[in-house]
Antibody, heavy 117, light 106 residues
Framework: QVQLVQSGAEVKKPGSSVKVSCKAS????????ISWVRQAPGQGLEWMGR????????NYAQKFQGRVTITADKSTSTAYMELSSLRSEDTAVYYC??????????WGQGTLVTVSS | EIVMTQSPATLSVSPGERATLSCRAS??????LAWYQQKPGQAPRLLIY???TRATGIPARFSGSGSGTEFTLTISSLQSEDFAVYYC????????FGQGTKVEIK
């Protein structure tokens, strides 16, 4: 079965960057899009962007354009999300999810990123 | 960007009762609408896609309906494990989520 395992919690200073990984097992990694969704404490879900590994093409939500970079390594079936110029409002749980035809079928366990001075 | 609006924000329901959750899109998303359930400390779980198709392993008490801009998730007889937050999400034009409906025990 499909499993997405994310990297561990991070604590970052304002202005720095964070890179979260998402390793997939089961299924064919390259054929499906990997999306990133975040959830601030007590808040709803917010889509950040996605990558289609077989094409190497990433698309980003307008809100995060210029600050987020999503990449994928097909050799290790791992996707990455890097967010730069961190501020306190970026404190959130970041999820990766595998998308098929736009549907987010399988989710990682989430990675808590805390931005604090 | 397509804005998704869910109502109500909180729904208080007794176990065994029916729950009806609404989701409205700011423009038509056809049937490209999904519903997710999220419990505290857990990742969201896909319940419904294509507005009305249950995902694998989802009990029949969950049903979805609607198309265009108006959608409904119905839980026919609430079980204890169904008390959670529910999100709708459109995938017709990239992805956007509603703000969620919390289903709590009355």
């Amino acid at each position: 079965q499909v499993q997405l395992v994310q990297s561990g919690a991070e604590v970052k200073k304002p202005g720095s960057s964070v890179k979260v990984s998402c390793k997939a097992s089961g299924g064919t990694f390259s054929s499906y899009a990997i999306s990133w969704v975040r959830q601030a404490p007590g808040q709803g879900l917010e889509w950040m962007g996605r990558i289609i590994p077989i094409l190497g093409i990433a698309n980003y939500a307008q809100k995060f354009q210029g600050r987020v970079t999503i990449t994928a390594d097909k050799s290790t079936s791992t996707a990455y999300m890097e967010l730069s110029s961190l501020r306190s409002e970026d404190t959130a749980v970041y999820y990766c999810a595998r998308a098929a035809a736009g549907i987010l079928q399988h989710w990682g366990q989430g990675t808590l990123v805390t931005v604090s001075s | 960007e397509i804005v998704m609006t869910q109502s109500p924000a909180t729904l208080s329901v007794s176990p065994g009762e029916r729950a009806t959750l609404s989701c409205r899109a700011s423009q038509s998303v056809s049937s490209n609408l999904a519903w997710y359930q999220q419990k505290p400390g857990q990742a969201p779980r896909l319940l419904i896609y294509g507005a009305s198709t249950r995902a694998t392993g989802i009990p029949a008490r969950f049903s979805g309906s609607g198309s265009g801009t108006e959608f409904t998730l119905t839980i026919s007889s609430l079980q204890s494990e169904d008390f959670a937050v529910y999100y709708c999400q459109q995938y017709n034009n990239w992805w956007t989520f509603g703000q969620g409906t919390k289903v709590e025990i009355k």
